[in-house]
């Protein structure tokens, strides 16, 4: 069967079926009744950090630490980011980002990030992946200091040629699969894969999105409230139970429109890039995240993830019992996005990137709501669609 030329009905039909999807009315009722209130105040709730102040060094600044820590003379432009201070450093022969973390970073979590980088580049040779620059002295991080004195620590990667998913149009049915395929690889190569610092309190780890419960009293309408709480209420009761018996490892964690880079002639996923929200969680996530964003804009969602699926489980095949949680954990993602920007608008409203995918990110969360929620499910197909896949024990 084409996804791209189903209906709209059959469209979510499929999604229904393919995604494994469950019905979510029950779950709505029980959370009802269980009266648990919806608010803003988490002082009491333990919860991850949603807020990062951003470092404060300018292009000068960071020309200087460029030249100096790590003898690169270059161009500075900025990039974005929502816990680095990102620039590139355009120098004659070689393109460089330079990354300042936030004072609140660990170094534990930037060495996670160059040790996977270096793991992936054994596992999975064919993988566009960046590289770490030691400075003068042979070290990949080190510390710098604001004008304000606030230590900070900072590093130099390769910077990967391309062009970023967000500059790509459109986003045709191949390029979605192959974005599947370098995710389904990614994971595959950091199967075996962990550290110490991956195993942390974030709040991009889906396993987590339960912290959104005290924030969704900042998104200002009612109705798109009740779409969240819906969500909130399904995973709470249903799917993450059920994500403790299901594959956990090291996943890339963050497939969005800015960290995915795409050959020139935008058909292929070649790279991505931004592995600072690494952590330990349900594999399954790794797909569910990159289909909250790739999702976005297409005429026809449910089709273009389809292909995204199709080509995650081509690279590392998928169990049913994974699939049986994705559209809820695809939408989860997306309220956390939602949730996210409606907060970040009143701590930081100046930040446009904060809140960049929100309009989208809402078009598609409302999109993938009207599939009916006691639609009955089916299974994906005999047993022999879906292999079982190999995983590392321990």
């Known amino acids: 069967m084409n996804c791209t030329n189903l209906d709209p009905v059959a469209s979510f039909a499929l999604v229904a079926i393919v995604l494994g999807l469950r019905s979510v009315l029950g779950t709505w009722v029980l959370w009802r009744k269980s009266n648990r209130p919806i608010g803003v105040d988490a002082a009491t709730s333990p919860m991850p950090t949603i807020h990062y102040p951003p470092p404060a060094f300018n292009l000068a600044d960071a020309a200087r630490i460029a030249q100096s820590h790590f003898g690169i003379d270059g161009v500075v432009t900025p990039l974005p980011g929502e816990r680095d201070l990102n620039f590139r450093v355009d120098a004659e022969g070689a393109s460089y980002v330079l990354k300042i973390a936030g004072a609140e970073e660990e170094r534990g979590a930037l060495e996670m990030q160059h040790a996977a980088l270096a793991h992936l580049a054994r596992r999975e040779p064919g993988l566009g992946l960046q590289r770490a620059i030691p400075n003068r002295s042979g070290e990949t991080i080190i510390t710098v200091t604001s004008g304000q004195g606030q230590a900070h620590l900072a590093r130099m990667l390769t910077y990967l040629e391309g062009t970023l998913w967000a500059r790509v149009n459109p986003h045709s049915m191949a390029l979605l699969e192959s974005l599947g395929g370098v995710l389904g690889a990614l994971d595959r190569g950091l199967a075996d894969f962990d550290h110490p610092a991956a195993h942390r309190a974030l709040k991009w780890d ?101 292909r995204l699926i199709a080509g995650y489980h081509a690279a590392l095949p998928l169990s049913e019992a994974e699939l049986e949680v994705l559209h809820t954990l695809i939408c989860m993602r997306l309220c956390v996005s939602v949730t996210n920007s409606a907060y970040q608008k009143t701590v930081e409203p100046g930040n446009a990137y904060l809140t960049i995918s929100e309009t989208p990110a809402w078009a598609l969360l409302e999109a993938l709501s009207a599939v009916p929620a006691n639609y009955p499910s089916t299974p994906i197909g005999p047993p022999a669609a879906i292999p079982p896949t190999p995983w590392p024990s321990g």
Not at 224 to 235: G, T
Not at 246 to 252: G, K, T
């Open 206 to 306: 889906l396993r987590q999105a339960g912290w959104i419960r005290d924030y969704v009293g900042h998104i200002e309408d009612a109705g798109r409230r009740a779409v969240v709480a819906r969500w909130l209420a399904d995973f709470e009761t249903r799917v993450r139970p059920a994500m403790d018996g299901l594959r956990q490892a090291v996943i890339y964690n963050d497939a969005n429109d800015y960290n995915i880079v795409c050959g020139r002639n935008g058909q292929a996923v070649t790279a991505v890039i931004d592995f600072g929200d690494m952590c330990r969680t349900n594999v399954i996530a790794e797909l569910a995240i990159a289909a909250a964003y790739a999702g976005m804009g297409l005429r026809d969602p449910i089709a273009g993830i389809c």
